[in-house]
């Protein structure tokens, strides 16, 4: 165990655990030298199909079915939601309809189910939870083409390597199967690798911990999900509010020779700086953080609480009013022009959709024992996780939480 990083309850953020060292499983995409999207406006009727294996996939064909389009209308959701600034977003009008595989399908899904030409150009599948594969591209008119395999549970292709959730599909009702389907669509819509939480490079093998299911199901991910905005902090429907006081950490433990990743509750040590900075009198020993916007303001609440959660304490950091929050934007997609595209004017690389990087407010604690408020800066970043800059008895704390 070289290495421990503990998820606090970002309900959202399974992107926070982080690991040292090789995880065997690739990420698990084979995207050629581009990461253009596959469809854009010019161009917006797009048929997709699915195969399935229902014998071994875990799940049934209706299932998967509706998965994919689950999938499809999470993300179409949001590029409707990045149209508004008189212009459409360039993915914002693309239009989904089922047929059966032809040739000419344009998206495929295949649900344990691999020809043997895919086959033989993807190596180490059994290794690989997912991948997404653009076949062919039309650099004149920018639209590819393409498929997305999901591993099934069991038979001649279900996944040897890593150690991973077991009936990962079957067990979670499907609910993985989606979390899995939206990476990969991430990908077919030409989202990059740690642009959003949900594309970080890890992601995929990251859900499949075994036991971050019951985290997932506990959370209520599922309705989560559905209320999720990427590309804005703490602004979803949803504010991502949970009343538990929980850690977890993944470790990485050797088990059979093989380096696997597993998940416990952690416990922190007893820290002293954050008992007096946030006034709380009890020996915290775990702590989550919920981040939100509420009446115009953004505001962090970190739980505090006892070992067995017997004790807790909320403490709210909520944005000065009239102060303003400054937001870091960036480009949510980088799409390169090929020369012979007849779709963009004339440039080499355009930029669409903006994401919320982080978002920096100005805030104060309350520390009721000694009835003073002291100020802090809180950041709160893309993938849900939160910092507390501040000045406390002559020191400078980046981020007093990490005095954890
Ligand atoms: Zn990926």
Not at 38 to 45: A, E, H, M, Y
Not at 139 to 149: P, S
Not at 200 to 216: A, R
Not at 244 to 258: D, F, I, P, T
Request: charged share 20%.
């Amino acid at each position: 165990m070289k290495y421990i990083k503990s998820i606090l309850f970002l309900v959202l953020s399974i992107t926070q655990i982080s690991f040292a060292g090789g995880w065997v499983v690739g990420g698990g995409e084979i995207m050629g030298d581009a990461v253009n999207p596959w469809f854009l406006n010019n161009n917006p009727d797009i048929k997709y199909c699915v195969v399935i294996d229902e014998a071994n996939f875990g799940l049934s064909r209706s299932e998967a079915e509706s998965i994919t389009k689950r999938g499809i209308d999470f993300w179409m959701r949001q590029f409707k939601g990045q149209s508004g600034w008189g212009q459409d977003f360039i993915l914002s009008k693309l239009n989904f309809a089922l047929e059966s595989c032809k040739p000419t399908t344009d998206l495929k899904l295949q649900f344990g189910l691999i020809d043997l030409k895919q086959m033989s150009q993807l190596p180490d599948l059994d290794r690989k939870v997912a991948v997404s594969v653009r076949t062919d591209y039309d650099r004149v008119n920018m639209r590819g083409k393409g498929f997305i395999y999901i591993s099934p549970e069991k038979g001649p292709l279900a996944l040897s390597g890593p150690q991973i959730e077991t009936k990962a599909w079957s067990s979670s009702k499907g609910l993985l199967t989606l979390m899995v389907m939206i990476h990969e669509l991430g990908h077919v819509f030409g989202l990059s690798h740690n642009s959003v939480s949900l594309m970080d490079e890890n992601y995929v093998e990251m859900i499949m911990t075994p036991g971050l299911l019951k985290f997932f199901k506990d959370t209520n991910f599922e309705s989560e999900l559905e209320n999720y905005d990427v590309f804005k902090i703490a602004r979803s429907a949803s504010n991502l509010k949970t009343e538990m006081c929980m850690g977890m950490v993944v470790s990485e433990v050797l088990r059979n020779g093989k380096k696997v990743h597993q998940l416990s509750n952690g416990i922190g040590p007893r820290t002293s700086v954050l008992n007096a900075f946030f006034g709380i009198d009890f020996e915290i020993s775990c702590y989550g953080q919920t981040i939100g916007f509420e009446n115009g303001k953004y505001i962090l609440d970190v739980t505090f609480g006892t070992n067995k959660y017997s004790q807790k304490e909320t403490v709210r950091m909520e944005q000065i009013i009239d102060d303003s929050a400054y937001r870091h934007l960036t480009a949510m997609l980088k799409i390169f022009l090929p020369k012979e595209q007849k779709v963009l004017p004339g440039v080499n690389t355009a930029y669409y959709g903006k994401i919320e990087k982080s978002v920096t407010f100005r805030s104060k604690v309350y520390d009721k024992i000694n009835n003073v408020y002291r100020p802090v800066i809180v950041t709160m970043y893309n993938d849900r996780s939160a910092t507390v800059t501040t000045e406390f008895q002559g020191k400078i704390y980046a981020d007093i939480l990490g005095q954890m």
